[in-house]
């Protein structure tokens, strides 16, 4: 879970104890990073993901050269880059403000990092064609930024960056200017043209949608710290606290407290208006924890309730039941999002996804079977997650 990686490991950056200490106009401490420990590997898409102000920006200016650490270090093809310059690291920047010159042409704009190192004239011509290639915005060349749309003027951009040759691209949200189609169409563009290109990527962005889909790997950061770091879906399936159990998914998990309490047949989740028998690897998780957990919150993603007139009896068991009162009803096209209360004291809400089929209305009644094989529990005081 860690983001050490194992010594066969091709490596291309490291980040290592890495802390960043921002001192505000009272003198007042900021910890912006704390103590960041991460190693990239060759040819991934990292993304750093969280909260605002939760020290994603100042991760990637750190590896820029953009900002000093306040204690640790930056390597790159394992040389030890923290005193070295922006321009002596071999990295190339992509910014949400794309920063194009607008009286220069889309190739002058792709040219101008090589003209500015003096390449000649043929290497730039070569570099800037096959770039272009790439993106397939050769027909734009001759245009100057302003008689292109956002999404273009993204591609030049990053068309800037890849003439370079750099080692590794650093992207901070660089979507995060266009509109919502735009965006999600960018980003499957991303992902086709880092598997073209095979760079290494670290990328920031503030929306856990962009970092599952875009990355070999996510970081999710909160209040400076490393929160988990690993594959999308490996996070998803097993956030390592409540914080990112919360983060990661949209709509959001359900978080719901319970009592866990021994029972005829084993122990039982008992909430407020529910009781989920747990099996027996959760059982055994419970059994494992150091620490006392008679009072735990439970967590349920959306998902992983179905509306029972769907399933057949086979499909659930008595103990994994929970009746709610429809508040409610949003219509996703795939799927509908519900807004549920708890029917007696009509203090807890909580969130399915159901089918699309399912008729119901704003004051109903409605029998969910929770998947009991995904429910995790969070130990109240430290976050943490015992499943
Ligand atoms: P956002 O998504 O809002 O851009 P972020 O996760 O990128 O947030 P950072 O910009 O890295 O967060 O900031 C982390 C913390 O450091 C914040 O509390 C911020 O206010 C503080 N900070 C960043 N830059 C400076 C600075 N130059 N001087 C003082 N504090 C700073």
Known sequence: RGGIASEDEDINVQIEEVTK??????????????????????????????????????????????????????????????????R??????????YALYPHMTVKGNMSFPLRIRNYPEDEIDSRVNEAADLLEIDDLLGRKP???????????????????????????????NLDAKLRVQMRTELNEIHQRVGKTTIYVTHDQ????TLGDRVVVLNNGRLQQI?????????????FVAGFIGEPPMNFLPVEIRETSDGYAAVGEFFEFELPADIVQDIGEWDRSLDHV????????????????????????????????????????FLTLMSPTEETTEFGARVSPEIDVEPGDSIALSANLGKIHLFDDETGKNIT
């Open 21 to 86: 200490v921002f001192e505000d106009e009272g003198g007042e401490e900021i910890v912006a990073v704390d103590d960041l420990n991460i190693d990239i590997r060759r040819g991934e898409f990292l993304v750093f993901v969280g909260p605002s102000g939760c020290g994603k920006t100042t991760s990637l200016r750190m590896i820029a050269g953009l900002e000093t650490p306040t204690e640790g270090r930056i390597r790159i093809e394992d040389e030890d880059v923290t005193g070295y310059d922006p």
């Open 88 to 97: 002596e690291r071999g990295i190339a920047m992509v910014f949400q403000n």
């Open 146 to 176: 302003s008689q292109l749309s956002g999404g273009q003027q993204q591609r030049v951009a990053l068309g800037r960056a890849i003439v370079r040759e750099p080692s590794v691209f650093l992207m901070d949200e660089p979507l995060s």
């Open 209 to 212: 949608a962009e970092a599952m």
């Open 230 to 242: 690993g594959p999308p879906q490996y996070l998803y399936d097993n956030p390592v606290n409540r």
């Open 297 to 336: 919150t439970m967590g349920i993603r959306p998902e992983d309730l179905h509306d029972l007139s769907i399933l057949d009896d086979d499909e659930y068991t008595e103990n994994s039941v929970v009746e709610a009162t429809v508040t409610v009803v949003e219509p996703m096209g795939s799927d509908k």
